[in-house]
């Protein structure tokens, strides 16, 4: 091949704009998968910095108010959450395990279930005591994309805690919450 072919061939304007308009979507795509988890004050819920970040399948500390991502905090995926090993996401031993509506403490490499943690009631979450996962005071009150505290046993809403921008997997947010 020529070299007057080749840069006929893969340099003209049609294959720039093309590889552009690739690589523009391909950017749109990663930033989609990326949602945001600030802090949120008061009864009306006013947003604040971020406080955590997730993406793809991993929950990141979130710094400063325009949610700059800082070391990786838990690993997930549809039924399991892990502490990080590392700063990078390495999956390190078990947190969390979901079953149906439930979410228990687990431990080990392989996520042995422990007792029960929380109770997901509709747009309610409750804390959950033992094995068998009773029912106890209410805990957050998820509105939209706010996240509230709740108190009593039918789970009353008070102060907004987080605010949440993109879509967040029910794991990574219960995981998020199981640790308030």
Same mark, same amino acid.
């Given at each position: 091949?020529?070299?007057?072919?080749?840069?006929?061939?893969?340099?003209?304007?049609?294959?720039?704009?093309?590889?552009?308009?690739?690589?523009?979507?391909?950017?749109?795509?990663?930033?989609?998968?990326?949602?945001?988890?600030?802090?949120?004050?008061?009864?009306?819920?006013?947003?604040? *910095?971020?406080?955590?970040?997730? %993406?793809?399948?991993?929950?990141?500390? @979130?710094?400063?108010?325009?949610?700059?991502?800082?070391?990786?905090?838990?690993?997930?995926?549809?039924?399991?959450?892990?502490?990080?090993?590392?700063?990078?996401?390495?999956?390190?031993?078990?947190?969390?395990?979901? *079953?149906?509506?439930?979410?228990?403490?687990?431990?080990?490499?392989?996520?042995? =279930?422990?007792?029960?943690?929380?109770?997901?009631? =509709?747009? =309610?979450?409750?804390?959950? *005591?033992?094995?068998?996962?009773? =029912?106890?005071?209410?805990?957050?009150?998820?509105? @939209?994309?706010?996240?509230?505290?709740? %108190?009593?046993?039918?789970?009353?809403?008070? *102060?907004?805690?987080?605010?949440? %921008?993109?879509?967040?997997?029910?794991?990574?947010?219960?995981?998020?919450?199981?640790?308030?």
């Amino acid at each position: 091949m020529t070299k007057a072919a080749y840069n006929n061939m893969f340099c003209s304007h049609g294959t720039r704009a093309v590889l552009l308009a690739f690589f523009c979507a391909v950017a749109m795509h990663a930033s989609a998968q990326t949602a945001i988890v600030k802090f949120a004050y008061g009864t009306f819920g006013t947003t604040g *910095d971020a406080a955590y970040i997730v %993406e793809g399948d991993r929950i990141y500390q @979130g710094c400063g108010a325009f949610g700059s991502k800082g070391p990786c905090l838990f690993v997930f995926n549809e039924e399991e959450v892990f502490h990080s090993s590392s700063a990078n996401g390495g999956k390190g031993m078990g947190a969390y395990v979901a *079953d149906g509506d439930k979410l228990f403490r687990c431990s080990g490499s392989f996520c042995t =279930k422990g007792p029960c943690v929380l109770i997901l009631e =509709k747009n =309610k979450v409750f804390r959950g *005591d033992g094995p068998f996962c009773n =029912k106890t005071d209410g805990a957050f009150v998820i509105d @939209g994309n706010t996240v509230f505290l709740a %108190e009593g046993p039918f789970g009353n809403k008070t *102060d907004a805690l987080f605010h949440i %921008e993109g879509d967040v997997p029910m794991i990574a947010l219960l995981a998020i919450l199981a640790g308030w």
